[in-house]
């Protein structure tokens, strides 16, 4: 299961030009390390690599999180504010990778009507809050006992 999972995260990363530093992710509870390396086809998956190299940038999570990425029903950017995705490297390369990777397992149609919306926008305000919600956003969350997530 999670070396599937680790290859469709993986694919998820897979857009041309856009890993720009080869990354090493460690799953705490297996120890099992996979590393993601930018090549002229995309982008090359291994999985059960000896380890980080001294350049990469190091993601540390759980296989649950990788899973629930691979399944998009996590983007990469809330399991990095929620705690669950921890990152290691230069900020350059945390700051590089996050602005472009935080929607990895978002839904594609997600994903297009966040990018049609402009940063500062009330429509990219209000896509952030409902990708936020702990509920479907057409409920009432104190009626039906739950809240947003903490940004």
């Not at 380890?51 to 998009?72: F, K, T």
């Not at 996050?98 to 990018?115: H, I, K, N, T, Y």
């Amino acid at each position: 299961m999670a070396k599937t999972s680790l290859e469709r995260f993986g694919d998820m990363l897979h857009v041309p030009d856009r890993l720009a530093t080869p990354v090493s992710l460690i799953l705490v509870e297996p120890m099992l390390w996979a590393r993601f390396e930018p090549s002229a086809g995309g982008v090359k998956t291994g999985v059960h690599v000896s380890g980080a190299r001294r350049a990469d940038l190091v993601l540390v999570s759980g296989e649950a999180v990788i899973s629930e990425i691979a399944a998009r029903r996590l983007t990469f950017g809330q399991a990095v504010e929620r705690g669950l995705m921890r990152l290691y490297g230069s900020q350059s390369q945390i700051t590089g990778f996050r602005r472009q990777f935080d929607q990895v397992g978002s839904d594609p149609a997600d994903a297009l009507e966040a990018s049609d919306a402009s940063p500062g926008s009330a429509a990219s305000a209000r896509f952030r809050f409902a990708k936020r919600l702990s509920c479907p956003a057409s409920k009432n969350p104190t009626e039906h006992g739950c809240t947003p997530d903490r940004p």
